[in-house]
């Protein structure tokens, strides 16, 4: 794996979802603590920065009466809705601090819907920039970051899902997600196995950097 070649795309990492007094962050808060999600990725960021890899932030955002959805939004859209979240120029539709977006780092806008894709011209920067590597982290595991997932697969990149970078609403749709679904369209790894493939590691030199 290139750094060179590679991009971290973090999927709304927002206050909304990560931080206390966020809006949805009761609802993540279990997975986030099995997880260890947030850790995780603030250790990933910095590495892979160092190394040489694209960190890309995908926030979702929207105005205050929610006028870039339908009048009647149903399923997690309407979820969002119901609990005023994500709104520009709110506290919870900031990224949250420890992954406060670095001078090199790139803030993908525009995005109004699941996948990081769709509404967004993250694929036009990940082509231009040569990037061949995406991998994945944030919320929610089986929403967003899976259907980011199906699109990049579709796309024919090279996708990692960071399993222990995600979180959700339930470790029952946590486990189903990681297990069952994300091997169909992707490299599933934990954070550690990912900074040791961009790193360029072998197995004897990640066993023995993780032991010492």
């Keep these: 794996m290139d750094p060179k070649t590679t991009a971290l795309v973090l ?10 007094g966020g809006t949805l962050h009761g609802a993540v808060a279990p997975v986030m603590q099995s997880t260890n999600m947030l850790a995780n990725t603030v250790e990933t960021v910095r590495a892979a920065r160092d190394l040489g ?8 955002t929207f105005t205050d009466d929610y006028r870039e959805l339908t009048p009647a939004p149903y399923g997690i859209l309407k979820g ?31 995005k109004r819907g699941l996948c990081g894709f769709a509404s967004t011209n993250l694929d036009f920067i990940l082509r231009s920039r040569g990037i061949k590597t995406i991998a994945l982290g944030g ?31 339930s470790e029952e749709e946590q486990r189903f997600a990681v297990e069952t679904n994300y091997p169909m ?7 550690d196995e990912f900074l040791s493939e961009l790193r360029g590691e072998s197995t004897t030199e990640t066993t023995t950097r993780m032991a010492s």
Excluded at 11 to 18: G, R, W
Excluded at 53 to 60: C, E, R, T
């Design 11 to 20: 999927i709304e990492y927002q206050n909304d979802f990560t931080s206390e």
């Design 53 to 60: 890899a694209a960190i890309i932030h995908a926030p979702i």
């Design 80 to 110: 969002v809705v119901d609990s005023r979240s994500f709104r520009k120029g709110t506290w919870g539709a900031e990224i949250v601090d420890d992954l406060t977006p670095g001078p090199q780092d790139i803030v993908v806008e525009g």
């Design 139 to 169: 919320f929610l595991t089986n929403c967003c970051v899976e259907s980011t997932m199906r699109s990049g697969y579709e796309r024919g990149y090279d996708v990692v899902t960071l399993k222990d970078c995600t979180a959700t609403l």
């Design 185 to 191: 369209f992707s490299r599933p790894m934990q954070h």
